[in-house]
């Protein structure tokens, strides 16, 4: 080709009214020619002396010195994507036809090109997104720290949101209080931004964030009337801005400033949308996580008064069951040794009260008992030493037989003669004993028997005691073992009792590393089953 000039144009896709040209923007009113070509998306030749040309199309060729132009649109999958232009700026001539093809063939491969390299640059960008993305939410399920986790996430959004300064807002009381920034020092507003709180009211596009739940584009912030300009930020040219959204309401901003207007399209705010989803969920986890810490606190202190509340409580029933047990253990002495006739012959009318006194000063014995030794085992571990828990059982059973006889019921025993000691404390497992007993002649009619075994077996020595009795129902199994815990609570229950002695029965027992379990049925009777560790020389495993 033997033209003087050629030139190649880039349109930008989202300005369809303007082309550039190493920086220079054309107007497309001012070259009607090309603008045809372009629309009708085919080559078009001008000739500048043609009556029938355009004025427009004449002033430039009179303006740039061109004869006739060769306008060939680049176009690619229907797209066109930019066009480059011959001009004739030596003869007077029209391009040829061949010279036309020939333009046309490299405009179709230099779209094609074009259109690659778009594509190819389109994905690298939406990779160092995805990338930038990934950080954000990587920092943010890694750390509770907010301040750090907005720091990461506006270093993400520079890498591929095309500004020169970028901070967060979090909304208190109506106003917008940035709390993380960067890149303010280029501009020397690293002063002004530190806290700077802004009255949402007072700004527009605040308030229409806040209200649409979506980001907002100012292109050109000295064109834009939603902007209100203000000395210090002058340098600011362009904006675009994120609400952050926790449960649909907004709780900030995450904004970036361009010191070029136009810097900035609806792909940015995009971006900038899906960082501010990583922010909104850093703020609610930094939210929870102080509620936690509250409520933490708070439990502590609840949990500190308890316990003062506990040991309150239970140095009071401790010197109540002090005062109790010097009286009661004189009463008991006494009513025994009425009964026993030693203070006296007793009248059949005296016999009855006498045994009545006898019986329950007993029971009023043993219920000091429970609370002393639960109140001591909860203080201090019981000791670990050998007890012959056989000839234990045989005592207890002989203690009861006396009782078991005079309220009509048969005690046996079936007690293995080769036992070997078990890990406990002598007192604490005759409280055993005497509980289990007691509460299986206690449930059982008269009539009923109660069956004592014991015997060893692979390293345990197991205590069972059966009764004939009423049973349990189903649902109170599992709680028979609680402190207090009866099955008959009432006001009116017909067996006396506080709900202790099971408790005690486990609490003692598990101090000493053994278990107790129940089987029991409804009007047929109640199994108890509790094992011990052998005694080990030298130790326990
Ligand atoms: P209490 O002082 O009331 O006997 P316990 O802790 O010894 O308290 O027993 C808790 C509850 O378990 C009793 O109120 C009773 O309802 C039930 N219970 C315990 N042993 C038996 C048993 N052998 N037969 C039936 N019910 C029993």
Known sequence: MTQSTVLAKWLNPEVADRISVLGTIYLMEEHPA???????????????????????????????????????????????????????????????????????TIATDAATAIEHARLFQAEQEQRAFAEALEEAAAVVSATLNLDQVLDRILQQVARVVPG????????????????????YERWGGEDKIAGLSMPISAYPILAEMVQTGRPVIVKDTAQDSRWVPTDNWLWLKCYVSAPILVTGETVGFLN??????????????????????????????????????????????????????????????????????QPLALIRGYAELLAAGEMGRLTSEQRGPIDIITRRARMLGDLVQDITLILEAEAHRPSQEPVAFDTLARAAVEDFQVITQQIGLTLEADIASDCPPVVG????????????????????PQGGTVTVRLWPEEGQVYLQVSDTGIGIPPRHLPRIFERFYQVDGSARRRYGGVGLGLALVKEIIESFAGTVSVESKMGEGSTFTVTLPVYQEGGQD
């Open 425 to 444: 404390e002598a007192s604490y497992l005759r409280r055993v004993l005497d509980n289990l007993v007691g509460n299986a002649l206690k449930f059982t």
């Open 164 to 183: 020169d300064a970028f901070n967060v807002m979090l909304i208190e009381e109506g106003k917008a209080r940035v709390v993380r920034w960067r890149g």
């Open 256 to 325: 970036v400033d361009g010191a070029q207007p136009d810097q900035f399209g609806p792909a940015d705010a995009q971006r900038l949308e899906a960082f501010a989803h990583h922010a909104a969920i850093a703020i609610e986890n930094a939210r929870l996580f102080r509620d936690a810490l509250h409520q933490t606190d708070e439990l502590q202190i609840a949990l500190a008064r308890l316990e003062q509340a506990d040991q309150l409580k239970n140095q009071f029933i401790q010197n109540v069951s002090h005062e109790l047990r």
């Open 34 to 104: 090309t603008l045809r070509a372009l629309t009708e998306q085919r080559p078009l030749v001008v000739q500048a002396a043609d009556p029938g040309s355009d004025p427009a199309d004449r002033q430039s060729a009179q303006l740039y010195g061109w004869t006739s132009r060769l306008n060939v649109p680049l176009v690619t999958r229907g797209r066109t994507v930019g066009y480059v232009e011959v001009r004739e700026s030596r003869c007077e001539r029209l391009f040829t036809e061949e010279e036309v093809r020939l333009c046309q």
